[in-house]
């Protein structure tokens, strides 16, 4: 891991959704900073915030005030263009849903974000391939989603988030469909990318499976991080599953 370099920032983030007549108050000022080669999941109930401030550090969404510093710059300064070019090339996303391309294969929804980035589509084939090896799956390049599990399918979404080498994994949810062995398996496999690969990694997350492998863990609740706990102050054991143990 960088010597504590900061990768993500949060400087008083507020954010308010406009319903009709009525305001509703997503982000109440949250100040945070993230470390570069840490292990963040991002955890609260439905509807406290959780995901709308995942959006931000993210570049999804804008705060209605304050500021998000990826990388030391303010990404709600950004244009609509300057935020793509961020996106595509310092984050990469996992979704719960997985968000593949159901009539390509695993290397052409691989390889598709290297081309949008401006490889060719033989470097993107090669580099693809390589990943999804990484990811083992490379028996697999061929295959479309609707010919993998559920986890095959998250691990050709890791592949793909890694394409262009990002700063920054963002994962919301990606055990959330996944059954719990092969959700252990996900864990596992994102650890494996922060330590070999020094990504950081931020996940939104209801899974207590999560914990055991986060460095910090920020609990948001009503629009406001309520605590932030590093891994020795959780009450984890660390290896266990969920409705294995007691």
């Known amino acids: 891991m960088d010597e504590r370099r900061e990768i993500v920032h949060t400087q008083d983030v507020t954010k308010v959704y406009t319903m009709g007549s009525e305001e509703v108050h997503a982000l109440r000022g949250i100040t945070c900073t993230i470390y570069s080669g840490e292990y963040i999941s991002i955890m609260?109930?439905?509807?406290?915030?959780?995901?709308?401030?995942?959006?931000?550090?993210?570049?999804?969404d804008k705060p209605s005030a304050g500021e998000v510093?990826?990388?030391?710059?303010?990404?709600?300064?950004?244009g609509v263009y300057e935020l793509a070019w961020l996106r595509c090339r310092k984050i990469g996303y996992i979704f719960q849903t997985f968000n593949l391309i159901m009539?390509?294969?695993?290397?052409?929804?691989?390889?598709?974000?290297?081309?949008?980035?401006?490889?060719?589509?033989?470097?993107?084939r090669d580099k693809a391939a390589q990943l999804l090896g990484l990811v083992g799956l490379g028996d697999r390049l061929t295959h479309r989603p609707v010919e993998m599990s559920g986890g095959q399918q998250q691990r050709v979404a890791i592949a793909r988030a890694l394409a262009n080498d990002p700063a920054i994994i963002l994962a919301d949810e990606p055990t959330g469909n996944l059954d719990l062995r092969t959700g252990r398996e996900i864990i596992e496999l994102l650890t494996a990318m922060k330590e070999e690969r020094g990504v950081t990694i931020i996940t939104a997350t209801h899974d207590h499976k999560m914990l055991a492998a986060s460095d910090r863990v920020i609990w948001v609740t009503d629009g406001q991080i309520s605590r932030i706990q590093n891994r020795?102050?959780?009450d984890i054991r660390v290896g266990s599953i969920a409705g294995e143990e007691e």
């Open 103 to 124: 009539v390509m294969n695993a290397i052409e929804n691989v390889s598709l974000p290297m081309i949008f980035a401006g490889l060719s589509a033989d470097e993107a």
């Open 69 to 78: 510093y990826i990388d030391e710059v303010d990404i709600a300064q950004l």
């Open 232 to 234: 020795e102050e959780l």
């Open 44 to 60: 609260g109930p439905s509807g406290s915030g959780k995901s709308t401030f995942f959006n931000m550090v993210g570049g999804l």
